[in-house]
């Protein structure tokens, strides 16, 4: 190898190395953000099914005895069609 070939072989291999240490970070920046963006769709999937969870308990544990509100409006309501 000639002297003019080592230069241009320890300049390629710099020229790499820079460009290796340039892309790096952002590489490593890539890989964490899909990670915690992993993390939080994850997250919010359990979320989700235990709320589903809950309404379901809470629509199983509710009683079946109309609120004051709606007793009140059916009693209008059948007020008016026995009055028209």
Do not use: F
């Not at 952002?26 to 709320?51: C, F, K, T």
Request: net charge positive; proline share 2%; charged share 30%.
């Amino acid at each position: 190898m000639t002297a003019e070939q080592t230069e241009a072989l320890i300049g390629m291999v710099a020229t790499l190395a820079l460009l290796v240490l340039m892309i790096l970070p952002s590489l490593v920046g890539i890989v964490r953000e899909r990670r915690i963006d992993r993390q939080l769709r994850e997250a919010e999937q359990a979320r989700e099914g235990e709320r589903t969870r809950k309404e379901v308990q809470k629509s199983s544990s509710r009683s079946t005895v109309p609120s004051t509100a709606t007793w009140y409006a059916e009693g209008r309501r059948s007020k008016k069609l026995v009055s028209s």
